[in-house]
């Protein structure tokens, strides 16, 4: 796991934990089939890093918004990415 979180920023591998919840609220909600809940926690992981990352970046010129957006999609494609891994690795635990 160790190699996955060198790529995400340390300030948002909050949302991890943050998303695995929310992947946890969708189950019990019951409207998501079990194999959308992923695609789900993608866009919340971007949404949830873009307003991170826009609230926390100098955006003067486009090429910055650019950047600003292409880092909020990776990194809330990674953070999600996480924690389903994470979610994955808890329940074969217990088992």
């Known amino acids: 796991m160790e190699q996955f979180t060198e790529f995400v920023k ?11 919840f929310v992947g946890l609220g969708f189950k019990k909600w019951g409207k998501f089939k079990d194999n959308h809940i992923p695609l789900a926690l993608g866009g919340c992981g971007v949404l949830l890093s873009a ?3 826009v609230g926390t ?3 003067f010129y486009w ?11 990776t990194q809330g494609i990674l953070c999600a990415g996480l924690s ?3 979610n994955q690795i808890w329940k074969q635990e217990t088992k």
């Open 63 to 73: 090429q910055d918004t650019l950047m600003a957006l292409f880092t909020a999609f």
């Open 10 to 20: 340390p300030e948002l591998l909050v949302l991890v934990p943050v998303l695995m």
């Open 51 to 53: 307003l991170y990352i």
């Open 84 to 86: 389903v891994y994470v």
């Open 57 to 59: 970046t100098d955006t």
